[in-house]
């Protein structure tokens, strides 16, 4: 099954241009160095999923026009990754259904302590809706439909009313999670996943070696570079550029990206065939 992916946005986690900063790369006038937190909107099966919703998730979702995610997928808890999450009221006003997310119990562990508000017995009205599936790399999991989860009516003076779900069926698809560490010393987990043709991944230094074997045949893949060299989390570039030639997808796409790598033209030219860097908007499959 095919996916079509939309970069929402493709920075670090201080984005391009970074605060107070007046390098070459964040005065550039050229939109695909205007760098938002790295995240993605993925269509695949009929529905639209998530990955990851940092702290520019409001913005990402107004400026791509996005009205409606059936689930979200986090990779970790950095908060460059989840601290966007509060901002799922808007959905569940509009949309009148919890959103899905999942992840490794580990985030939802963090979760719960940043937005402990959110999990309540007794929530203040307007709090997020949300339901957690906790997830890890042994094996596919399902995504479905919002549309079979409870329906939430808001009633002023009172907040959420729920009721039973309206669906009982629809869309669903099987995820394939892909197992990678932050640090080498593996002390962070960081989940990538792949959607029939796509892979995204992001914030990965390295992937044990049985993980290759999910990556097989895929024809579009993401992974993270913050800077040339060495890197304590991240792979430097060639690292990045090792990985994509021994997946060997037909297309691979650097992202988040910082302002110590080169503007888009300059680096675009000195990446080899078949590799690009992403820029937020970008659509691939």
Not at 22 to 50: H, M, N, W
Not at 204 to 222: A, P, R, S, W
Request: proline share 5%.
């Amino acid at each position: 099954m095919k996916a079509k992916l939309t970069f929402l946005g493709t920075g670090t986690s201080q984005g391009v241009p970074m605060i107070a900063c007046s390098c070459p790369v964040c005065q550039s006038k050229d939109p695909r160095d205007k760098r938002l937190r790295a995240s993605a909107l993925v269509e695949y099966g009929g529905l639209t999923i998530l990955v990851d919703a940092g702290p520019d998730f409001r913005y990402q979702m107004i400026r791509q026009d996005v009205r409606h995610i059936d689930a979200i997928l986090l990779t970790h808890n950095h908060k460059d990754h989840t601290g966007g999450l509060d901002d799922i009221r808007a959905f569940n006003l509009v949309e009148g259904h919890p959103v899905n997310i999942y992840c490794e119990k580990y985030v939802e562990n963090t979760l719960r302590h940043e937005y402990g508000y959110a999990f309540a017995e007794q929530k203040y009205p307007g709090s997020p809706e949300w339901r957690v599936h906790t997830i890890d790399a042994s094996a596919p999991f399902e995504v479905h439909s919002n549309a079979m989860e409870e329906v939430i009516v808001w009633e002023r003076g009172f907040g959420y009313r729920h009721y039973p779900p309206k669906q009982t069926d629809g869309a669903s698809v099987e995820i394939v999670p892909i197992q990678g560490w932050h640090l080498n010393s593996k002390d962070i987990s960081v989940m990538g996943y792949r959607f029939g043709n796509i892979a995204y991944m992001t914030d990965i230094k390295f992937i044990d070696e049985c993980e290759y074997d999910k990556l097989k045949g895929v024809e579009y893949i993401t992974l993270g570079c913050v800077k040339r060299d060495e890197h304590r989390s991240h792979p430097s570039l060639q690292q990045c550029l090792d990985f994509f030639e021994r997946v060997g997808a037909k297309e691979s796409y650097i992202t988040h990206l910082s302002h110590l790598l080169p503007k888009y033209d300059d680096f675009r030219k000195e990446l080899p065939s078949g590799v690009y860097p992403a820029y937020d908007g970008l659509v691939i499959g």
